[in-house]
Nanobody, 120 residues
Framework: VQLQASGGGLVQAGGSLRLSCAAS????????MNWFRQAPGKEREFVAS????????SYGDSVKGRFTISRDRAKNTVYLQMNNLKPEDTAVYYC??????????????WGQGTLVTVSS
C-alpha cells in the first residue's frame, strides 16, 4: 500500500499549486482522505479532509477559503488545489488515508510528503 504525493515546488506568494496523491496497492475509495502539513520546527497540522464520496469536506482555519480538496475515486487520487499561497504555507505536505469513511482521527496510511515553498 502506497500513497504517492506530488505537485510540490517553489511558488511566489499569491500563486497557486495543485497537489496530487495517488494510491497504489489497494483502493481507498471507501476511506476519507486527508492532507496534513509540517513546517520546519513545527508540529504536523491538519489541512483538509474529504469523505469517501466527496460529500463532506473540512479545512483547517488557516487555509479556509484558499484551499480546495477533491478526489477522483475512479483514479484512486486525491487533490489539493492551493490558491493565494502565503509564505506561511511553506511546509512538507502529506496525504493520509483514514480508517473511516469521514474524518481524520484514525489515520491508517501516510504518504511520503511533497515540499511546498512559498517565497515572499
Amino acid at each position: 500500500v502506497q500513497l504517492q504525493a506530488s505537485g510540490g515546488g517553489l511558488v511566489q506568494a499569491g500563486g497557486s499549486l495543485r497537489l496530487s496523491c495517488a494510491a497504489s496497492g489497494r483502493t481507498f475509495s471507501n476511506n476519507a482522505m486527508n492532507w496534513f502539513r509540517q513546517a520546519p520546527g513545527k508540529e504536523r497540522e491538519f489541512v483538509a479532509s474529504i469523505s469517501w464520496n466527496g460529500g463532506i469536506t473540512s479545512y483547517g482555519d488557516s487555509v479556509k477559503g484558499r484551499f480546495t480538496i477533491s478526489r477522483d475515486r475512479a483514479k484512486n487520487t486525491v487533490y489539493l488545489q492551493m490558491n493565494n499561497l502565503k509564505p506561511e504555507d511553506t511546509a512538507v505536505y502529506y496525504c493520509a488515508a483514514n480508517r473511516k469513511a469521514a474524518g481524520w482521527d484514525l489515520i491508517s496510511s501516510w504518504g511520503q510528503g511533497t515540499l511546498v515553498t512559498v517565497s515572499s
